[in-house]
């Protein structure tokens, strides 16, 4: 009898990798065997963080790669360029890498795992009659966002080339946060060329996605319900933290602050405002001097994670007398092991720029938030995190644009003190824990799938 054999193809993008490869551990640790296809310059770059670590790939996993057509000096992240060239060059190279592969009988590939924007490889899947699987690593309203392009057509807020024909909000359905038409997925590139050419991919995978056998998310019913309602072929088996990844350092760009941990140990429980902004946001040397005085005001411990490019001049850019002021009670580190931060007992809050990670990694961990969105789709966090679930607080700005110290200090106050949103963090973390517990809605679509590709191969 044959074995359940996947070949999971990611995107070419680390923001992309590194969450198929948490997906196949899941898959690995019950019982399957998967081949895991890198791009060859994705491949070295994994391959060598992993070097110097040992037994970190398991046994019934395999790292291989096929190449992504551009010459090895060329720029991966000229996103035309690469995303073209995909398209021309990598079909064939997996279809010839799976006929090696299904020389030795026992090895035959029974299953394909591909990211949804991979949908090129489903239809290779559906051409050799092997199950086919989308994984989209997001979440499922970015999904729905490109779902509803034809509707958003038909309607005239788009043309049918992507680009923006009446600047409303829009509303997807009835209990989905409204969206600016200029924070869509591929509206976000300044570059006119790179929009049109991220929404034909779009559009591309429209079809292909409709090949899979599977259409799955890394989210949860308890967080998108009313996405799920609107396109029920999407279905959550999230959110899959990150426990088990390969290799410590692969994915953190920064050396990380551990001592920190030993600096939260020593405050009291639920006294800590944690601070951190992602490894994108910048913040204007105004605004990051408001922060810091407004920090200072609350009279409240924090941990602000402050990169060096964080603002104009990072080291200059505190107030005067700042860090003798809090001396004892603020700590400001380079990087930090943020989940461990967020499940510190002595965390009371995170102020965070909601980018999906961090916003997955605080409401699992039952922190309230206070919302600093700084990029487009960002700000969609903030409604999901403000007004549909209800965990937390965003800032008003002042006629110049910049958040005031006494809003900062006044929202903080308010979270912590007034309402329910400790309570209501604490609750929505114990109901998306469950959903991933083996009978939650997660659990459950995960493990069918995880039976359907063990008796697929039978067919
Ligand atoms: C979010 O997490 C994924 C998976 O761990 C990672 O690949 C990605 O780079 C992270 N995104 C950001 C913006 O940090
Ligand atoms: C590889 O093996 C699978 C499973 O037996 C089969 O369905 C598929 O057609 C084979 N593909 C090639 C390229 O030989
Ligand atoms: C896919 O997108 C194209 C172009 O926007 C559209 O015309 C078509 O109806 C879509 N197909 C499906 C199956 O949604
Ligand atoms: C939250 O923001 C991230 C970008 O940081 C985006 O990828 C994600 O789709 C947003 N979440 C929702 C629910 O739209
Ligand atoms: C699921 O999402 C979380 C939070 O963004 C991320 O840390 C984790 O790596 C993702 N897991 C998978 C399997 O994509
Ligand atoms: C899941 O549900 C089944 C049927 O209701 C039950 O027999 C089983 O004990 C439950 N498992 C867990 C882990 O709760």
Same mark, same amino acid.
């Given at each position: 009898?044959?074995?359940?054999?996947?070949?999971?193809?990611?995107?070419?993008?680390?923001?992309?990798?590194?969450?198929?490869?948490?997906?196949?551990?899941?898959?690995?640790?019950?019982?399957?065997?998967?081949?895991?296809?890198?791009?060859?310059?994705?491949?070295?770059?994994?391959?060598?963080?992993?070097?110097?670590?040992?037994?970190?790939?398991?046994?019934?996993?395999?790292?291989?790669?096929?190449?992504?057509? =551009?010459?090895? %000096?060329?720029?991966? &992240?000229?996103?035309?360029? +690469?995303?073209?060239?995909? !398209?021309?060059?990598? /079909?064939?190279?997996?279809?010839?890498?799976?006929?090696?592969?299904?020389?030795?009988?026992?090895?035959?590939?029974?299953?394909?795992?591909?990211?949804?924007?991979?949908?090129?490889?489903?239809?290779?899947?559906?051409?050799?009659?092997?199950?086919?699987?989308?994984?989209?690593?997001?979440?499922?309203?970015?999904?729905?966002?490109?779902?509803?392009?034809?509707?958003?057509?038909?309607?005239?807020?788009?043309?049918?080339?992507?680009?923006?024909?009446?600047?409303?909000?829009?509303?997807?359905?009835?209990?989905?946060?409204?969206?600016?038409?200029?924070?869509?997925?591929?509206?976000?590139?300044?570059?006119?060329?790179?929009?049109?050419?991220?929404?034909?991919?779009?559009?591309?995978?429209?079809?292909?996605?409709? =090949?899979?056998? %599977?259409?799955?998310? &890394?989210?949860?019913?308890? +967080?998108?319900?009313?996405? !799920?309602?609107?396109? /029920?072929?999407?279905?959550?088996?999230?959110?899959?933290?990150?426990?088990?990844?390969?290799?410590?350092?692969?994915?953190?760009?920064?050396?990380?602050?551990?001592?920190?941990?030993?600096?939260?140990?020593?405050?009291?429980?639920?006294?800590?405002?944690?601070?951190?902004?992602?490894?994108?946001?910048?913040?204007?040397?105004?605004?990051?001097?408001?922060?810091?005085?407004?920090?200072?005001?609350?009279?409240?411990?924090?941990?602000?994670?402050?990169?060096?490019?964080?603002?104009?001049?990072?080291?200059?850019?505190?107030?005067?007398?700042?860090?003798?002021?809090?001396?004892?009670?603020?700590?400001?580190?380079?990087?930090?092991?943020?989940?461990?931060?967020?499940?510190?007992?002595?965390?009371?809050?995170?102020?965070?720029?909601?980018?999906?990670?961090?916003?997955?990694?605080?409401?699992?961990?039952?922190?309230? !938030?206070?919302?600093? /969105?700084?990029?487009?789709?960002?700000?969609?966090?903030?409604?999901?995190?403000?007004?549909?679930?209800?965990?937390?607080?965003?800032?008003?700005?002042?006629?110049?644009?910049?958040?005031?110290?006494?809003?900062?200090?006044?929202?903080?106050?308010?979270?912590?003190?007034?309402?329910?949103?400790?309570?209501?963090?604490?609750?929505?973390?114990?109901?998306?824990?469950?959903?991933?517990?083996?009978?939650?809605?997660?659990?459950?679509?995960?493990?069918?799938?995880?039976?359907?590709?063990?008796?697929?191969?039978?067919?």
């Amino acid at each position: 009898m044959e074995n359940p054999h996947v070949l999971a193809i990611p995107y070419p993008a680390q923001g992309h990798v590194l969450p198929l490869m948490d997906l196949a551990l899941c898959l690995v640790r019950h019982g399957i065997r998967v081949t895991f296809v890198n791009s060859e310059f994705d491949h070295k770059r994994v391959t060598e963080s992993l070097s110097g670590e040992e037994n970190v790939v398991p046994d019934r996993m395999q790292l291989v790669s096929i190449p992504d057509g =551009l010459e090895s %000096w060329e720029d991966r &992240n000229d996103l035309g360029k +690469l995303t073209l060239s995909i !398209f021309e060059v990598m /079909p064939g190279n997996l279809e010839a890498l799976i006929q090696k592969i299904n020389q030795s009988d026992s090895d035959k590939v029974t299953c394909i795992v591909a990211d949804e924007s991979m949908g090129w490889a489903l239809e290779i899947a559906k051409k050799m009659g092997i199950g086919a699987v989308a994984f989209w690593p997001a979440s499922a309203t970015q999904l729905a966002q490109k779902f509803s392009i034809p509707k958003l057509i038909d309607d005239g807020i788009i043309s049918c080339t992507g680009s923006v024909l009446k600047n409303q909000m829009v509303k997807l359905s009835p209990n989905i946060p409204e969206m600016k038409p200029e924070h869509f997925l591929w509206a976000c590139f300044n570059d006119l060329e790179l929009q049109k050419i991220a929404f034909q991919t779009l559009c591309k995978t429209n079809v292909t996605v409709k =090949l899979a056998d %599977w259409l799955i998310c &890394n989210t949860s019913d308890e +967080l998108e319900a009313a996405t !799920f309602t609107l396109f /029920p072929q999407m279905l959550p088996i999230g959110p899959l933290l990150a426990s088990n990844r390969l290799g410590k350092s692969v994915g953190s760009f920064w050396p990380e602050d551990s001592d920190c941990l030993a600096w939260l140990g020593k405050q009291p429980v639920q006294s800590v405002i944690y601070v951190a902004f992602g490894s994108f946001t910048i913040i204007d040397p105004t605004q990051f001097r408001e922060l810091a005085l407004g920090l200072e005001l609350t009279n409240m411990p924090f941990l602000w994670v402050v990169r060096q490019d964080l603002t104009a001049e990072t080291d200059n850019a505190y107030p005067k007398g700042f860090k003798d002021q809090i001396q004892g009670r603020g700590r400001v580190a380079n990087w930090v092991p943020q989940q461990q931060v967020l499940s510190h007992p002595s965390v009371a809050c995170f102020l965070s720029h909601c980018g999906w990670n961090s916003t997955i990694e605080g409401l699992s961990n039952g922190v309230p !938030f206070l919302c600093w /969105p700084y990029f487009a789709d960002q700000f969609l966090n903030q409604s999901y995190i403000c007004d549909v679930w209800k965990i937390g607080l965003g800032f008003e700005r002042d006629a110049n644009g910049i958040i005031p110290r006494e809003e900062i200090k006044n929202k903080i106050e308010q979270l912590l003190t007034v309402g329910d949103y400790k309570q209501r963090a604490f609750d929505l973390k114990a109901k998306v824990m469950n959903s991933v517990k083996e009978n939650g809605s997660s659990g459950k679509n995960f493990n069918n799938l995880v039976q359907w590709i063990k008796d697929d191969k039978e067919q």
